[in-house]
């Protein structure tokens, strides 16, 4: 049975940063791609990272150059670094393998 489960999310001030964590268990994790969507209130989830098994990235035009995904294979895990948070990246963000499995979400607020 697939698992993903995220953390990491939490209130943050403008500028500041976090990093999301997923880890993923019930499956051969390295041969997928792996990533983050986002969704906030009233708005489409959108895709907002994501990294192949050899480890290519793409982003969502929004957060290139503050983003950065990465994943540890032998860990199963991927992450999401966060910098100069925006408050318009507040947002429920979720982990995904494989476009197929997806983890229970966790908040992330950008506020003063």
């Known amino acids: 049975q697939v698992q993903l489960v995220e953390s990491g999310g939490g209130l943050v001030q403008p500028g500041g940063s976090l990093r999301l964590s997923c880890a993923a268990s019930?499956?051969?994790?390295?041969?997928?791609?792996m990533g983050w969507y986002r969704q906030a209130p009233g708005k489409q989830r959108e895709l907002v990272a994501a990294?192949?098994?050899?480890?290519?990235?793409n982003y969502l035009e929004s957060v290139k150059g503050r983003f950065t995904v990465s994943r540890d294979n032998a860990k199963n895990t991927v992450y999401l670094q966060m910098n100069s948070l925006k408050p318009e990246d507040t947002a429920v963000y979720y982990c995904?393998?494989?476009?197929?499995?997806w983890g229970q979400g966790t908040q992330v607020t950008v506020s003063s």
């Open positions: 990294i192949t098994s050899g480890g290519s990235a």
């Open positions: 019930g499956g051969i994790f390295s041969i997928y791609a």
């Open positions: 995904f393998a494989d476009f197929n499995y």
